[in-house]
Structure formats: C-alpha cells, structure tokens
Nanobody, 119 residues
Framework: QVQLVESGGGLVQPGGSLRLTCSAAGELSIMTSLGWYRQAPGKQRELVGIVTNGGQTTYGNDVVGRFTVSRDIEKNIAYLEMNNLRPEDTATYYC?????????????WGQGTQVTVSS
C-alpha cells in the first residue's frame, strides 16, 4: 500500500504561479513513477506530468513549457510547479503513483487538491 497526500492548492489569478506537493508514504520501494493528473468538471481525468524513478518526465500537451514536475526521492515527495496559470487550468489535481511487483502493476491515487484560476 502507498498513501499519497496532496497539498498546495488554492485560488490564484490568471498569470500567477502555484506549487503543489505530494507526500508519499508506505511501500515506497514498489513505486516506479510519481506524478500528477487533473480533472475539471465535466471532463475526463488527464495527464499533467509524471517523473519516473530514473528521472524521466512526461507532460500533457496543455502544460508543456508552463508546468514542471520534480521529485525528491529521499523525502518521498513530488512537486508540481505551475506558472503562467490560465482559467482552463482550473481543476482538481491528483497525485498518482505507479507500482510494480514482479509482473504485477497498478496505481495509487491521492484525494486531490483543488486549483482555481480566476480573477
């Protein structure tokens, strides 16, 4: 089991910045990647950015160049630095951990943190 707790969400004006934090606890040795997804009302959950144990990052098309995902392996924390925020970035942001044990794979999700971009 892996427990994920997000923090750092809130209200920010367009063009502003925000940093989200995801703290991971539990069976951390089985994790293969840690990252972020988001879901806006009436829309499907979509990739924001993930980072693998090897440090490779993958981003969703809408956030490339504005958002940066990073990971502190020792502290078991993932960060999402969001810059130049737009109203369409408004969503609930979820932390996700992928895991592997032998041939079995799966994922864990946090409860989510709300980000609202509005003037």
């Amino acid at each position: 089991q892996v427990q994920l707790v997000e923090s750092g969400g809130g209200l920010v004006q367009p063009g502003g910045s925000l940093r989200l934090t995801c703290s991971a606890a539990g069976e951390l040795s089985i994790m293969t990647s840690l990252g972020w997804y988001r879901q806006a009302p009436g829309k499907q959950r979509e990739l924001v950015g993930i980072v693998t144990n090897g440090g490779q990052t993958t981003y969703g098309n809408d956030v490339v160049g504005r958002f940066t995902v990073s990971r502190d392996i020792e502290k078991n924390i993932a960060y999402l630095e969001m810059n130049n925020l737009r109203p369409e970035d408004t969503a609930t942001y979820y932390c996700k951990a992928d895991w592997r044990v032998g041939w079995q794979t799966g994922d864990y999700w946090g409860q989510g943190t709300q980000v609202t971009v509005s003037s």
